[in-house]
């Protein structure tokens, strides 16, 4: 049986196959329609389908679910992430705060890597939430809890305080302001001896990857880098504006930027951590195991050894994206950490 969800700029087709599953497939009407993945395979129900093509748009419906159902995506960053940086033990039983959860991937994987944990997702955009609350219901999740954010530079009132905050892939995101005024906000309810784990592109990596696809980007100023994105990338609308493509992530971030925003926290010291189990041994190690889950390459074992070499004598993390592990100590610690327990 094939059913078929129609949108104006594509049609979705729908097949049952054995096992229980559906095979989703993405067709084009509209010869500009950028479609990310065009088929998936899910065991997500029609109406949850629906509900995500409704807000993510036909372009970006298999990628959604595929964040959260494949074993190689979101689920093996977020396993490098944390238990890179904390054993399973230090998650056990705990707080952990999903910000910026958007519609409930990184929430889903948290909630089955850490059954015992309480997680609280946090969004600004109701109907993301909304998405996310049929994928909690979908699954059966009692211990998690999904709050919209009352606006991009405030925190739900009465969420209490977490032992583990997790920033997904937000931070590019996040506007210049939000980055100032959120960020201390998000940080101030980490309690002592709590993790911030965070993932950003790199500012200044000579690709920018995330949004436009396009080398250089990322060493222009805004103006010339919305002229060359609107002109060369498919990726990006030719009607968008200097603030829809901050808003998309295309500018990141780094290591100096994120610590000097959490020190303006009154008392707080931020200690980032190394990450030193799973076989990682850095950031770049870090991206290494993220990008190579489907299997090493000549070209990146090759980018992995010069980036060592980069952070051995430049102590630059040169490296696409960037997996941080910032602890919350009171008093302040030394300044970089190993392991949790």
Same mark, same amino acid.
């Given at each position: ?44 129900p ?75 997702? &946090?969004? =600004? $955009?109701?109907?993301? *939430?909304?998405?996310?609350? %049929?994928?909690?219901?979908? @699954?059966?999740? +009692?211990? /998690? ?16 305080e977490f ?45 920018e ?22 002109r ?38 931020? &200690?980032? =951590? $190394?990450?030193?189990? *799973?076989?990682?041994?850095? %950031?770049?190690?870090?991206? @290494?195991?993220? +990008?190579? /889950? ?6 990146k ?30 008093p ?10």
């Amino acid at each position: 049986m094939v059913v078929t969800l129609e949108h104006p700029e594509a049609q979705i087709l729908i097949e049952e196959i054995p096992g229980g599953k559906r095979r989703i497939s993405v067709q084009p009407v509209s010869p500009g329609l950028y479609v990310h993945v065009a088929s998936w395979e899910t065991a997500y129900p029609v109406e949850l389908i629906r509900a995500i093509l409704d807000v993510k748009g036909p372009g970006w419906v298999c990628d959604e679910i595929m964040r959260e159902e494949s074993p190689q995506y979101v689920r093996w960053a977020l396993r490098n992430l944390l238990l890179g940086h904390a054993q399973d033990a230090f998650f056990e039983s705990k707080r952990i705060l999903d910000f910026g959860c958007g519609a409930g991937a990184s929430t889903m994987i948290l909630a089955q890597m850490f059954p015992k944990a309480e997680i609280v997702g &946090v969004e =600004l $955009e109701e109907k993301l *939430l909304a998405v996310a609350r %049929r994928r909690a219901a979908h @699954y059966g999740l +009692s211990r /998690v809890r999904l709050v919209q954010s009352p606006s991009g530079l405030e925190l739900p009132q009465g969420i209490g305080e977490f032992d583990a905050v997790v920033m997904s892939s937000v931070y590019e995101h996040l506007m210049p302001d939000e980055r100032q005024f959120l960020m201390p906000r998000v940080w101030s309810v980490l309690r002592p001896g709590g993790v911030l784990f965070l993932t950003m592109p790199w500012r200044y990596f000579p690709v920018e990857g995330h949004t436009s696809g396009l080398p250089l980007v990322n060493y222009l100023p805004a103006r010339l880098a919305m002229a060359f994105a609107k002109r060369f990338s498919p990726k990006v609308p030719k009607d968008d504006t200097w603030q829809d493509l901050l808003r998309q992530g295309i500018r990141g971030g780094t290591v100096r930027e994120v610590l000097g925003v959490l020190r303006r926290h009154v008392g707080d010291c931020p &200690v980032l =951590l $190394e990450p030193c189990r *799973l076989g990682l041994h850095d %950031r770049v190690d870090l991206w @290494y195991a993220d +990008s190579t /889950v489907a299997g090493p390459s000549t070209p990146k074992r090759v980018f992995r050894a010069m980036a060592k070499v980069i952070r051995r004598v430049f102590r630059i993390d040169f490296v696409p994206c960037l997996g941080l592990a910032i602890r919350k100590d009171v008093p302040c610690g030394p300044t970089e950490g190993g392991a949790l327990e």
